[in-house]
C-alpha cells in the first residue's frame, strides 16, 4: 500500500497525540486522504495497543515514543513541532501546559499551527478535571437514560456515543481550521469534548419548543417495550432480519404476497383494535419463522424492499455484505503485530483524489530513529495566504446548496452551516417530506434559507442552477441515478459551476449490487452489528434498535468531513470534485474494532443480559434506591479500591474471574445504599464513576447552567413553534467560530430573498410564485403544513 496520488491532504503534517478510538480514527481518515501523520506515544506505548481495535484505528502513520517530561525528547517533539501543520491531543485540560506545550504557549512559537484539543468534558465546565471514560460521558451527559432497554432505567450504549462522534468532530475542526489558515496563514485552537460529542447525536430527541403539540415529539419518542423501528425486526428460521418501510423503489410484490398471507397494509393495521392487531402480528411472525434470513433477503430485495440481515460486525467482513466489498471497505491488510487482518476500508470517496489505506499500524516507536535524526527537516516556513478577506467565522463566506431531505442528507449541510456557511435548502413547493416528523426535522434544518422550487418544471431547474453557480458546495442524499434525471446531477452542477465540491450521501453507495435503492437507518444499524451488540443477541434476546440514529448521523458527519477534504484540495488547487458517503459505511465505521484474523472473529466485549455494561468494572449497577450508578475501573489499583470500597474485598484477585459470579457479587453489594451515597463513597476511594442524568425528555441537558454558559446549547425564535432550544456548539474556535445562524425555515421562507440574490426582479418572483415554480408563505401557511 502506498501513499494516494495528489491526495486531497498532500504537504499537510499532523502530530498525534491521542490514544485509543475517538479523534485517532478521525485522524486517520485524513492520513488515508494525504496526510503525514506521526503517532507521539508514550515509551510504554499508546494504552490501547492491547486491543486489536488499534489495528484499524492507529494505522496509515508512522510513530516515535517520546517522553514529554524528558528534556531530550522534549527537544525532538519542539522540532517536529517546528514542521508540523496541526497537533491533535486528548488529554485533560492543563495537562499540556504544564509539560510547556499549551495551546499559548506553542502558538506564539508556531503561529501557524492548527493546535486540536479534545477532551472529556468542556473546559470550563464543573466536571473538567473528573475522570473522562466514555461510560462516564454516557451517564452523567444523558445518554443512557434516553436509550430504552429490555428493563426501565438507564442503559449502557454499546456503541461508545461520545468516543464516536469525536471520530468526526476532530477531523470537523481540524479542516475548517485549515481552510481558514489558506486565508490568513494563522493557525488558532479547536477545542471539542466528549460532551459536546454526544450531543451530536441528540439531533432528534432533544428539542425544547414553546409551541407543541404531541405529534411533534411522537416520531422519535421513548417506549417501553422500546419502539421506533423496533416493529419491523423479524425472527426468521436462522437469524433475524429488519425491513425498512422505504427503498426508494416501487415494490413489484407486496411483503404479504411474498410471505403467502392475507393481511391489510400496515398502516391500516395501525387503526384496528388491538385484538385484531395482535392476531395479524402473530400470523405475520409465524410466516416469518418458516424462512430462512438469507433466502428471504434475497426475494425481499428482488421485489424492492429494504431490508438487511441482522448480524455482528464481524459477519460482514467474513462472507463479507456485497455492497461493503463493492465499496472498497473490506480490507486486508498485514498488521506487523497481528498478521493478515480484514478490516474496514475508507469510508469517505473522492472520486478525483480518492483516499487510500497507507500502512498497517507501525510498531511501537518504528519510526523513532528515523526522525530524531532529521524530524520533519527545517523549520517550515510560514503558511502563505491567500490575501483573501479574513473571515469572522470558520467558514464563512462559503455557501451550500442543500437538495437533501429526510435527516442523513440535510444533517451536514446544518453542521456545515453551524460553522458558517450560507445553507440554501431548495425543497419542492409542497415542502421536504421529512417536515412531517416534527422534531427530526427541526433538527437537521436549522439556520438554512429555504428556496421552494418545482424542479420538474424547466424554469424551477434552471434557477435551481443558477443558485448552484453562485455556490461552493452542493449536496443531497437522493437515491443514484435521481439528480441526473432532474438535471441538477455532477455533470449539470459542474457546467454551470467547474471548481464546485459535489456530495451525494446514498444508502448503499455509488456501486451494484445495491446502488441503485434506498433505505433507511434501521437497515444500516442491523448490517453494522448495532442491533445485535445492543440487544445482547449473543445471548439469546431480540435485536435492540438504538433511538439515537446513529447511522444517519454517521452518514451526514462522513459527508462534512469529505466536503471539508475536497475544500482542502480545492484550497490548494482551485479544483472542484465529486464525492460520496452512504449509511452504509457509516455504520461500520461504528464497528471500526470489528476485524478477522486469519480469517478469524477477533472477539470484542459484549453486554450482559441486562444491557448494564461491558465487564465486572466497567458497568452499571443498581443501587438501594432503585438509581444506578455507572463505575469504571479500569486498572488493577482502581479495581481493588472498588472492592474495599463496597465491601467485597474477596473480589479483589477475582477482577477477571468469572463475569456473571463477579457481577452478582457486586451487584449485591451495591444494593445495599443509595446512588448517592456511593457515588460519594467512590469519590473518596479514587474509583471513576458517575451518576446516570435523567435527561427528562433533553429538559435537563438544555437548561444545565453549564451547558449553557459554554454554548452548548443553543435557543432561537421559530414562527410556529417559539422559543426553542438545542444543542449548541460542537466544536469552539480561538479566532474563527461557528455560528447558529436561527431555527429551521418555514418551506420557501427565503423565496423571495434568494430569487433576488441571483438577479430576478420582483416581478418576475412574482410570476414564479402565481406559477407555482416557486412558493413562499402565506396566508394558507399553517393550514397547508402545520395543522
Not at 471514560?133 to 451527559?141: E, K, P
Not at 495566504?385 to 429526510?406: K, N
Amino acid at each position: 500500500m502506498t501513499t494516494p496520488s495528489g491526495s486531497a491532504l498532500d504537504g499537510i503534517r499532523i502530530l498525534d497525540l491521542t490514544w485509543g478510538p475517538g479523534a485517532s480514527v478521525g485522524v486517520t481518515m485524513l492520513a488515508e486522504h494525504g496526510a503525514d501523520v506521526v503517532k507521539v506515544e508514550p515509551p510504554g506505548g499508546d494504552p490501547f495497543r492491547g486491543y486489536p481495535g488499534s489495528a484499524v484505528w492507529h494505522r496509515s502513520r508512522r510513530s516515535i515514543a517520546l517522553d514529554l517530561t524528558d528534556g531530550g525528547d522534549a527537544a525532538v517533539f519542539e522540532e517536529l513541532l517546528a514542521g508540523a501543520d496541526v497537533l491533535v491531543e486528548g488529554f485533560r485540560p492543563g495537562v499540556m501546559d504544564r509539560l510547556g506545550f499549551g495551546f499559548a504557549a506553542v502558538h506564539e512559537r508556531h503561529p501557524g499551527l492548527v493546535y486540536c484539543s479534545v477532551s472529556a468534558w468542556p473546559v470550563g465546565h464543573r466536571n473538567e478535571q473528573r475522570a473522562g471514560w466514555d461510560a462516564l460521558v454516557q451517564a452523567a451527559g444523558g445518554a443512557q437514560t434516553e436509550q430504552p432497554g429490555w428493563r426501565t432505567g438507564p442503559v449502557y450504549n454499546h456503541a461508545p456515543t461520545p468516543t464516536l462522534g469525536a471520530v468526526f468532530l476532530a477531523p470537523m475542526g481540524i479542516l475548517a481550521a485549515l481552510h481558514q489558515r489558506a486565508t490568513t496563514g494563522r493557525g488558532q485552537h479547536v477545542r471539542t469534548s466528549l460532551l459536546q460529542e454526544l450531543f451530536l447525536y441528540t439531533t432528534q430527541i432533544w428539542q425544547d419548543v414553546e409551541h407543541w403539540a404531541p405529534a411533534f415529539h411522537d416520531v422519535m419518542a421513548k417506549t417501553y417495550p422500546p419502539g421506533i423501528h423496533q416493529g419491523m425486526i423479524w425472527q426468521t428460521a436462522d437469524g433475524w432480519i429488519h425491513l425498512s418501510v422505504l427503498s426508494g423503489l416501487t415494490p413489484k410484490r407486496s411483503i404479504e404476497e411474498i410471505l403467502g398471507i392475507d393481511q391489510p397494509h400496515p398502516y391500516v393495521q395501525a387503526s384496528a383494535p388491538a385484538e385484531q392487531r395482535e392476531a395479524w402480528h402473530a400470523e405475520r411472525a409465524a410466516a416469518f419463522g418458516t424462512w430462512k434470513t438469507a433466502d428471504l433477503a434475497a426475494v425481499l430485495r428482488e421485489n424492492d424492499h429494504a431490508c438487511e440481515l441482522i448480524v455482528p460486525a464481524e459477519q460482514a467482513l467474513a462472507e463479507p455484505h456485497p455492497q461493503l466489498a463493492a465499496n472498497d471497505m473490506v480490507a486486508q491488510v498485514a498488521d506487523p503485530e497481528l498478521g493478515a487482518t480484514t478490516q474496514m476500508g475508507v469510508p469517505i470517496h473522492l472520486l478525483g483524489t480518492p483516499g487510500a489505506i497507507v500502512s498497517p499500524r507501525p510498531r511501537l516507536d518504528a519510526d523513532g530513529a528515523a526522525l530524531r535524526a532529521c524530524g520533519w527537516g527545517a523549520e517550515r516556513p510560514a503558511p502563505v495566504p491567500s490575501g483573501g478577506p479574513a473571515q469572522p467565522t470558520a467558514l464563512g463566506g462559503l455557501r451550500l446548496v442543500d437538495f437533501g431531505q429526510y435527516l442523513a442528507g440535510p444533517f451536514g449541510p446544518m453542521l456545515l452551516g453551524d460553522l458558517g456557511m450560507d445553507v440554501v435548502k431548495i425543497e419542492p413547493v409542497g415542502g421536504d417530506n421529512m417536515r412531517m416528523a416534527q422534531a427530526p426535522f427541526n433538527g437537521c434544518q436549522r439556520g438554512k434559507r429555504s428556496l421552494a422550487l418545482d424542479l420538474k418544471d424547466p424554469r424551477g431547474r434552471e434557477i435551481a442552477l443558477e443558485v448552484v453557480r453562485t455556490a461552493d458546495v452542493v449536496h443531497h442524499n437522493m437515491t443514484r441515478g435521481v439528480a441526473d434525471r432532474i438535471g441538477i446531477g455532477y455533470a449539470d452542477c459542474r457546467a454551470v459551476n467547474p471548481s464546485v465540491v459535489y456530495c451525494n450521501t446514498y444508502a448503499y453507495g455509488l456501486a451494484d449490487p445495491l446502488g441503485r435503492s434506498g433505505g433507511l437507518d434501521p437497515l444500516y444499524q442491523a448490517s453494522s452489528g448495532i442491533e445485535f451488540e445492543q440487544g445482547a443477541v449473543h445471548l439469546g434476546q431480540r435485536p435492540l434498535y438504538v433511538r439515537f440514529g446513529f447511522t444517519d448521523q454517521a452518514n451526514a458527519v462522513l459527508s462534512v468531513v469529505g466536503v471539508l477534504l475536497a475544500l482542502a484540495h480545492r484550497d490548494r488547487t482551485g479544483e472542484g470534485q465529486e464525492l460520496w458517503t452512504s449509511l452504509l459505511d457509516g455504520g461500520a465505521v461504528f464497528a471500526s474494532d470489528a476485524l478477522l484474523v486469519d480469517g478469524v472473529p477477533v472477539e470484542r466485549p459484549h453486554l450482559d443480559a441486562g444491557l448494564h455494561g461491558i465487564g465486572p468494572g466497567y458497568r452499571l449497577y443498581r443501587c438501594q434506591d432503585d438509581q444506578y450508578v455507572q463505575v469504571c475501573a479500569t486498572t488493577g489499583v482502581e479495581w481493588s479500591a472498588l472492592c474495599v470500597a463496597v465491601g467485597a474485598d474477596e473480589l479483589t484477585d477475582r477482577r477477571d474471574g468469572p463475569r456473571e459470579e463477579v457481577e452478582a457479587a457486586l451487584e449485591e453489594a451495591f444494593a445495599r445504599r443509595t446512588s448517592w451515597n456511593w457515588k460519594r463513597a467512590l469519590d473518596a476511594a479514587g474509583v471513576p464513576c458517575e451518576l446516570p442524568l435523567d435527561t427528562q425528555g433533553g429538559v435537563a441537558p438544555l437548561y444545565d447552567a453549564d451547558n449553557v454558559r459554554l454554548g452548548l446549547v443553543s435557543e432561537y425564535e421559530h414562527p410556529v413553534y417559539g422559543r426553542t432550544r438545542q444543542f449548541g456548539n460542537l466544536i469552539d474556535f480561538s479566532e474563527t467560530p461557528g455560528r447558529i445562524a436561527g431555527p429551521a425555515p418555514l418551506v420557501g421562507q427565503h423565496t423571495r430573498e434568494v430569487l433576488d440574490g441571483i438577479g430576478l426582479s420582483q416581478r418576475e418572483i412574482d410570476d414564479l410564485v402565481a406559477a407555482g415554480v416557486a412558493y413562499e408563505p402565506g396566508e394558507d401557511y399553517r393550514e397547508r403544513f402545520v395543522n
